[in-house]
């Protein structure tokens, strides 16, 4: 079983940039899909994007495509949510998850058994 912890989170402007990391312990990400998903206050949980496990393939929310992108750390078991050109509109709660139905591509959350805590994202305007 996977355990997942996000970090990077915070206060920034529009128009800036966010990292936002996720690290694995207990297995290898290489062994699960892990997706980003975002919860605004009041809001359902959606879906940012997601890399396979075979890190090849990467999807994203029509949202945030152009502005995000996920990469890998395979050797340090970490997954990346490079955020720029941020909008009032991503802010959210962001978590991570995972699936070991790695090759297979989903965006509903449910399909995601194993979640991170989330991390916060504030973007004022």
């Known amino acids: 079983q996977v355990q997942l912890v996000e970090s990077g989170g915070g206060l920034v402007q529009a128009g800036d940039s966010l990292r936002l990391s996720c690290v694995a312990s207990?297995?290898?990400?290489?062994?699960?899909?892990i997706g980003w998903f975002r919860q605004a206050p009041g809001k359902e949980r959606v879906f940012v994007g997601t890399?396979?496990?075979?890190?090849?393939?990467?999807n994203l929310a029509d949202s945030v495509k152009g502005r995000f992108t996920i990469s890998r750390d395979s050797a340090n078991n970490m997954v990346y949510l490079q955020m720029n050109s941020l909008k009032p509109e991503d802010t959210a709660v962001y978590h991570c998850?995972?699936?070991?139905?790695?090759?297979?591509?989903?965006?509903?959350?449910?399909?995601?058994?194993?979640w991170g805590q989330g991390t916060q994202v504030t973007v004022s305007s």
């Open positions: 998850a995972a699936s070991p139905r790695w090759a297979m591509f989903s965006y509903l959350p449910n399909d995601y058994p194993y």
């Open positions: 207990g297995r290898t990400v290489s062994s699960y899909r």
């Open positions: 890399i396979s496990g075979n890190g090849i393939t990467i």
